[in-house]
């Protein structure tokens, strides 16, 4: 972890990034807010669809505008979240949060590359007819891409405090 | 030259400070790499008379950039003091510093406190 964060630390962008006066991180940081919270807030209005809340609400309306806001919002933040890292990287050697957040974005990750591929998400999103036991699949869905992204939210939040 | 002062002033309301408990310290040094503006804080690195190298934390950018700390204002070499709390682990040389004294001038980062 030491090897990969001193790599960054000592990268092309890194420098790039350092040279570029006294409100850069200040900007970035920004960007990463925005990300987060067009991420956050996309992404909530999906899950609690997924776990019954607006049930006159097709999921298929829900998902139109929300998943490429979400998508939109990871970019930014995860772009944001690396060049932000890049500042002073090996300072993060160490710092929990920081060990808890990054993979729980792969698990995010994951979990939107298996709910995607679920027949009962396909179902809800085709507007077809729902099978029984979709409503609980989707319900689970929901429930841990909440969980998933708030603990990524919380460690994130968490890392300068440490 | 290492002073510990009283550390009974409560710690400086600041995200960051945790690791910085040991109490306030006066440190007085020779710039070995100027200050840097650029990351989520302004740095300095200063090595003592004992030989040590310090690695000191400033506030951020803009706000050290306000205080009058700029970049270019203290050149590589200059015997600076510099006021704050040092790391809680006597064996690592690190502080977070609300003060900076480089000749007749003061920088204060952070609101003083007295």
Request: glycine share 10%.
């Amino acid at each position: 972890m030491y090897e990969w964060m001193a790599w960054l630390e000592a990268s092309a962008l890194a420098e790039f990034l350092r040279g570029l006066g006294i409100w850069t991180y200040g900007l970035i940081n920004l960007a990463h807010v925005l990300g987060i919270s067009l991420l956050f807030g996309s992404i909530a209005l999906l899950d609690l669809r997924l776990l019954g809340a607006w049930r006159n609400i097709p999921v298929a309306t829900i998902a139109r505008p929300t998943v490429p806001l979400a998508a939109t919002g990871f970019v930014l933040a995860i772009t944001s979240g690396i060049m932000m890292l890049s500042f002073n990287t090996t300072e993060y050697h160490g710092n929990p949060f920081l060990y808890i957040k990054l993979p729980m974005v792969v698990i995010g990750l994951i979990n939107v590359a298996i709910v995607t591929r679920l027949p009962a998400w396909r179902r809800a999103i085709s507007g077809a007819i729902a099978e029984p036991a979709d409503g609980i699949f989707l319900n689970i869905a929901g429930a841990l891409s909440l969980l998933i992204w708030l603990t990524v939210i919380v460690c994130g939040r968490m890392i300068g405090y440490w | 030259m290492l002073i510990l002062l009283s550390a009974t002033v409560p710690v400086c309301a600041h995200h960051g400070w945790s690791g910085n408990t040991a109490g306030e310290v006066e440190i007085t040094g020779e710039v070995v790499s100027g200050v840097r503006l650029s990351g989520p804080h302004g740095t300095l690195q200063i090595r003592d008379a004992d030989g040590n190298v310090w690695d000191i934390t400033l506030a951020p950018g803009p706000r050290t950039h306000r205080a009058g700390l700029r970049e270019d204002t203290i050149p590589v070499g200059a015997e600076v003091t510099v006021h704050g709390e040092r790391h809680e682990d006597p064996e690592v040389f690190e502080a977070k510093v609300r003060r900076v004294i480089w000749e007749d001038e003061i920088f204060d980062v952070y609101p003083p406190r007295d």
